[in-house]
């Protein structure tokens, strides 16, 4: 059977989200030069501008997948594949289902980190759980008084609403120790492993992604987002970050740079401006972020002495 290998990148912010800022254009433009398949725009509880670029994706080369960051009642959680916002403040279980239901997968991003909302593993439905038997939750992922689990003869429980995957690497993640401990539950309960940047600059999308091995096709450009859908729900996925992956690296901050000023020069004056002063802030940022690395490396490195 022919078969074919994708990357992409299924977690990045535009300037739809509050914290995100590039329009999906540039986005775009930049995924295609650096060798990813697809790009899933998903800003913060909206969705109108990772529909927009779904639409427009095709015309650089890319599959088009909509997709947006949820806030549930237990954390951020990826709808991939869906054209509607979901309901905001559900349960994680309520909310999994509510995705699914809608032909699209549900995808735990830097799962554990509580400083980015991310769930706590109590909170994340498998077999067994109470998120999963219909069990009311409280707040803090603790059942609530008078729960069905506490009647001697439980209704039979509800379907079990699993979550299709975990993001086993985040590029943000400052250590690996969070990293490290979704690869553990993703692989202790079976799930697919992803790997995304949750870039929120142009530089840093694409710095971890995921490959997907697509069956029943000839060439990527034959690949349709219902086959990532399906390549990610079936597991067929391999994790790539390195925190900046070797064969993307150099594309990243020196292409990135130059996209950004031929995009504003086409686009406007007035948004070059705002985009150079931001450059130049991203470009402290960066430094700052390099330096914080740096020295906690060291401090790791002396550690094995002491």
Do not use: C
């Not at 219909?134 to 992922?141: I, M, S, T």
């Not at 859908?229 to 900046?244: F, S």
């Amino acid at each position: 059977m022919s078969r074919v290998t994708v990357s992409i990148d299924p977690h990045v912010h535009s300037e739809g989200s509050y914290d995100g800022h590039e329009p999906v254009e540039l986005i775009l433009e930049h995924a295609a030069e650096i060798g990813l398949d697809a790009v899933v725009i998903t800003d913060h509880d909206v969705i109108r501008e990772s529909k927009r670029a779904a639409e427009i994706a095709p015309e650089y080369g890319l599959i088009g997948i909509p997709g947006v960051e949820v806030s549930t009642a237990h954390g951020h959680l990826l709808a991939v594949g869906v054209e509607r916002m979901p309901p905001r403040g559900r349960s994680y279980a309520e909310t999994v289902r509510w995705i699914r239901d809608r032909g699209g997968v549900a995808i735990v991003p830097h799962p554990f980190q509580r400083s980015r909302h991310g769930v706590r593993q109590r909170n994340i439905p498998t077999p067994g759980s109470a998120a999963d038997a219909g069990e009311p939750v409280a707040a803090d992922g603790a059942p609530e008084a008078g729960a069905v689990g506490a009647d001697p003869e439980p209704e039979p429980a509800a379907a079990v609403a699993e979550v299709d995957a975990i993001e086993v690497f985040n590029a943000w993640l400052f250590t690996g120790y969070r990293n490290r401990r979704a690869r553990r539950f993703a692989a202790e309960h079976g799930y697919p492993g992803v790997a995304a940047s949750d870039a929120h600059h142009l530089q840093y999308v694409g710095r971890a992604f995921t490959e997907l091995t697509v069956e029943g096709v000839e060439s990527v450009h034959d690949v349709t987002a219902d086959d990532v859908l399906a390549a990610i729900r079936r597991g067929t996925t391999t994790v790539e970050g390195r925190r900046a992956p070797i064969r993307m690296a150099a594309k990243h901050y020196v292409g990135a740079a130059g996209r950004r000023s031929a995009y504003y020069a086409r686009t406007g004056a007035a948004r070059g401006a705002r985009a150079t002063k931001r450059t130049a802030v991203d470009g402290a940022v960066a430094a700052k972020v390099a330096a914080l690395q740096s020295i906690h490396r060291t401090r790791r490195f002396l550690s094995w002495f002491a």
